[in-house]
C-alpha cells in the first residue's frame, strides 16, 4: 500500500527553527510537495523537490532522499503565522498525489 | 499566475436539496482537475479526479451518484451534491492542475464551506 507518515503535532517558539519530517512508501515517484494550510482555508504550494538535497526558499527549506523515502520541511526564524498545518504529498508513478494526514505546528511566543 | 476560484465560499442549504460548487482557473488550462473533501482536524480526502471531457475517476466509497462531477472546458469543473444531508456538512476544496513546467503541482481553490441543516 501507499503511505505518507508525518508528526501530527508538533510545538515551537517564535523566533526558533523547526524541523517537520515526512516519510513515505509509494507507488513510484514523481516529486514531493509540501504545502501550508491555515484553519478553515485551502492548502497553499511551499516547495516541491524531485532530486535529492535541499531547496532553499527564504526562511523555509525542503529536503529530499530518495533512497531513504525521507523528506523535511525546515522553517527558520518562525513567526507567530506560521501557526498552521504542514502536508506532505507525493506524486506516485500514475502522477496522482498522495496526501500526509498533516502536521500541526503550534508558535509559542 | 495559477489562480483557481471556487464559487460559492460558503453555502447553507436544506437537507434533501441540491447545491453546485465551481470550480475555475482562471489564467491557465488545467488538463485535470481535483476535489477533495476535508472535515474539521482532518487531511484532505481526495473524492473524485476529472479529466477535461471524460467521466470523473471517484475513489473508493464516494457515491458517484450522489457527488456529481462536470469538468465541461479545461478551466470550469463543476461538484454537484445531490440530496445533501447534514453529514454532507464539510469543506469542499477543488485543485486543478496543468502539466506545464513538468512538476504537476496542483492550484487549489479558496474552498467552499458546505452546511447542510
Known amino acids: 500500500g501507499q503511505n505518507i507518515d508525518q508528526p501530527t503535532e508538533m510545538t515551537a517558539t517564535e523566533g526558533a527553527i523547526v524541523q517537520i519530517n515526512c516519510t513515505y512508501q509509494?507507488?513510484?515517484?514523481?516529486?514531493l510537495f509540501w504545502y501550508q494550510q491555515h484553519a478553515g482555508e485551502a492548502p497553499t504550494f511551499l516547495s516541491y523537490n524531485v532530486l535529492d538535497g535541499l531547496e532553499e526558499k527564504g526562511r523555509f527549506s525542503s529536503f529530499l532522499s530518495r533512497s531513504k523515502g525521507y523528506s523535511y520541511l525546515l522553517l527558520k526564524e518562525l513567526q507567530m503565522k506560521d501557526s498552521a498545518s504542514y502536508l506532505c504529498a507525493v506524486t506516485d508513478s500514475n502522477y496522482q498525489l498522495i496526501w500526509g494526514a498533516g502536521t500541526k505546528l503550534i508558535i509559542k511566543p | 499566475g495559477a489562480v483557481v476560484s471556487q464559487h460559492p465560499s460558503w453555502v447553507i442549504c436544506k437537507s434533501g436539496t441540491s447545491v453546485k460548487i465551481e470550480c475555475r482557473s482562471l489564467?491557465?488550462?488545467?488538463?485535470?482537475m481535483f476535489w477533495y473533501r476535508q472535515f474539521p482536524k482532518q487531511s484532505l480526502m481526495l473524492m473524485a479526479t476529472s479529466n477535461e471531457g471524460s467521466k470523473a475517476t471517484y475513489e473508493q466509497g464516494v457515491e458517484k451518484d450522489k457527488f456529481l462531477i462536470n469538468h465541461a472546458s479545461l478551466t470550469l469543473s463543476t461538484l454537484t451534491v445531490t440530496s445533501a444531508h447534514p453529514e454532507d456538512s464539510s469543506f469542499y476544496i477543488c485543485?486543478?492542475?496543468?502539466?506545464?513546467?513538468?512538476?504537476?503541482?496542483?492550484?487549489f481553490g479558496p474552498g467552499t464551506r458546505l452546511t447542510v441543516t
Open positions: 489564467d491557465f488550462q488545467a488538463t485535470t
Open positions: 485543485s486543478a492542475r496543468t502539466l506545464a513546467g513538468g512538476n504537476y503541482e496542483q492550484y
Open positions: 509509494t507507488s513510484g515517484f514523481n516529486g
